[in-house]
C-alpha cells in the first residue's frame, strides 16, 4: 500500500493560486506581446530561433551582439531588428545553448515571432512546477507541509513575473526540479533503479542545455550515489552524453568550452575592478570568455587574480550580488513591461534611497508582501532543516542543501537579481515543507545483557 502522502492529490486551490497570477501576466503580454522582450537576452535568443527555423543554423550574424538592440517599440521595429541581424554572414555560437532556442525555432517563421506560444508554455511549466513542488512536499512535511510549500512556490514575486518573459528560467526552474525529485526517489528506493537513473539524468541534460548554470551540479549529487554504481552511471551517461557532444562541436569552432556565458560572467568583476579595459567587440568578447582556464588572460584566472587583487573591492561587491540574490522582488521588471510602449521617460537623476518605491508608490504594498513571503520562506526553510536532522533524513537535507549552494555559489557572480532565484526557491520550499512534519519515533535500542 502506497503511503498516505503519495495517495493525496493537490487540492483546487493549489492549482488556482498557482495558475490565476501566472495568466494574467499572460494575458497582459498577449495584449502587447513585446512586454515579454524586456531583457537584451530574449533579443538573442530570437536572433538564434531565427537562423535555426530558417538557416537550419545555430549561429549568430557576425557582429550582432555589438549593436543595441531595441527595448522598446512594436513588433515592425522588431521586425527591422532581426532582419538585420539574422543570417549570414554567421559568427560560431558559443555562448548560449540550443534548447531554449531550439523551442522557439518550433515556433518562429519570416513573418512570425514565438513570444506568445511560448509565454503560454511558460506558464504551464511554472503551474507545474508549483504542482511538482507541492508532490515531493508532501512526502516530507505531510498535506499541511505541502499546502505551505505549495503557497510559497506559488506567490513567489521573481517566479510569477518572469513567468511570460521570453527567458529561459522559468523552463529550466521546472525541469531541474523534476531532475532533482526523480534523484530524491531514486535515493529513496532500496534497490537500483537504473530507470529511475535514466530519467533524472536525461531531465539533467535537457536542464542543462536550456541553461547551463547547472552544468556541474550532476556532478557534485553523484557523490551521493556511491552505494548504487549502476545507478551512477546510467545517470552521468543521460546527464553529460548531449553536453560532451556539444563540447565537440564547439571545440571544432575554436574553444574546447560547454558555453561561453559563464566565462563571460566573470569578466565582468575585472573590468567593473578596473583591472582590464570594458570589452567594445564580439572580438574581444571571445577572446577573454572563450579562452580556456590554461590561458592567462582566461575570465576563470583574471576572475582570481581580482580576488587576490582587490579582496575589498571583490567581497563587496559579491555580497551586494548575494543580498540582491536573496531580497530581489523583480518588481522592477513588471514595471519595466508596463513602460513597454509608453513614451520616453525624462532625463535621469541620481537616485535615491527607495528609488522604486518613492516613484511607485502604488506598488509598495506588493513590495512589503513580497519581502515578508521570502522572510517566511527562509525561516520555514531553515526550520524545515533543523526538522530533517532531528529525523536523520540525510538523503533529503544533503540533496537540497547541494542543490541550493550549488546554484546560490554560480549565479552570485552572474550579478544580483531575483531573477536567479528563481530555479532555487522550488527547492527551498520543498526543505521548507519539512517544518511541518510530524517528528519521526525513533526505536529505542535494546540493553546489552
Not at 494574467?24 to 538573442?44: C, H, K, N, W
Not at 551521493?224 to 546510467?234: D, N, P
Not at 579582496?311 to 513597454?340: C, H, I, N, Q
Request: include cysteine.
Amino acid at each position: 500500500m502506497r503511503p498516505v502522502a503519495e495517495r493525496l492529490r493537490p487540492p483546487a486551490w493549489v492549482w488556482a493560486l498557482a495558475l490565476l497570477p501566472r495568466l494574467i501576466l499572460f494575458g497582459y503580454v498577449a495584449a502587447q506581446p513585446t512586454r515579454a522582450l524586456i531583457y537584451a537576452d530574449s533579443f538573442e535568443y530570437l536572433a538564434l530561433a531565427r537562423n535555426l527555423a530558417l538557416h537550419h543554423s545555430f549561429q549568430m550574424r557576425s557582429g550582432a551582439v555589438d549593436e543595441v538592440v531595441p527595448r522598446r517599440g512594436d513588433f515592425a521595429r522588431l521586425e527591422g531588428w532581426l532582419q538585420e541581424n539574422s543570417g549570414p554572414p554567421f559568427s560560431p555560437e558559443r555562448y548560449r545553448t540550443p534548447g531554449y532556442p531550439l523551442l522557439l525555432a518550433l515556433w518562429s517563421g519570416p513573418a512570425r515571432l514565438p513570444v506568445l506560444p511560448v509565454a503560454l508554455l511558460q506558464c504551464l511549466a511554472g503551474v507545474l512546477t508549483v504542482i511538482l513542488c507541492w508532490h515531493w512536499a508532501a512526502r516530507l512535511g505531510g498535506p499541511r507541509g505541502a499546502a505551505w510549500a505549495a503557497a510559497f512556490a506559488a506567490l513567489e514575486p521573481a517566479s510569477v513575473i518572469h513567468t511570460p518573459l521570453l527567458l529561459t528560467d522559468t523552463l529550466a526552474a521546472g525541469v531541474l526540479l523534476l531532475a532533482m525529485f526523480l534523484f530524491w526517489r531514486m535515493l529513496e528506493e532500496p534497490d537500483d533503479r537504473p530507470l529511475g537513473a535514466l530519467g533524472s539524468g536525461l531531465s539533467c541534460c535537457v536542464g542543462i542545455m536550456i541553461r547551463p548554470v547547472s552544468l556541474h551540479l550532476p556532478l557534485l549529487l553523484s557523490g551521493l550515489l556511491l552505494r548504487k554504481r549502476r545507478c551512477l552511471l546510467v545517470f552521468l551517461l543521460g546527464v553529460y552524453l548531449v553536453p560532451a557532444l556539444w563540447v565537440v562541436r564547439n571545440a571544432r569552432l575554436g574553444s574546447p568550452v560547454f558555453s561561453c556565458m559563464s566565462g563571460w560572467s566573470f569578466a565582468n568583476l575585472p573590468m567593473e575592478a578596473g583591472m582590464i579595459k570594458p570589452v567594445q567587440t564580439q572580438a574581444e568578447r571571445d577572446r577573454i570568455s572563450c579562452s580556456s582556464l590554461g590561458a592567462a588572460e582566461s575570465s576563470s584566472r583574471l576572475f582570481l587574480r581580482c580576488l587576490a587583487a582587490h579582496p575589498a573591492f571583490s567581497g563587496k561587491l559579491l555580497a551586494k550580488r548575494a543580498f540582491y540574490l536573496f531580497e530581489g522582488t523583480s518588481l522592477d521588471m513588471l514595471v519595466d513591461m508596463m513602460r513597454v510602449g509608453a513614451p520616453p521617460a525624462a532625463a535621469a537623476v541620481p537616485p535615491r534611497r527607495f528609488q522604486f518605491q518613492r516613484d511607485h508608490p502604488a506598488l509598495v504594498p506588493l513590495w512589503i508582501g513580497g519581502l515578508a513571503l521570502l522572510l517566511g520562506l527562509y525561516a520555514a526553510f531553515g526550520k524545515g532543516c533543523w526538522r530533517l536532522f532531528q529525523d536523520r533524513r540525510w538523503t533529503s537535507l544533503l540533496l537540497l542543501s547541494a542543490g541550493i549552494l550549488y546554484l546560490v555559489a554560480v549565479t552570485i557572480p552572474l550579478g544580483g537579481s531575483g531573477r536567479y532565484r528563481i530555479p532555487i526557491v522550488p527547492l527551498l520550499a520543498v526543505g521548507a515543507s519539512a517544518a511541518w512534519a510530524r517528528k519521526e519515533n525513533k526505536p529505542s535500542e535494546k540493553k546489552e545483557s
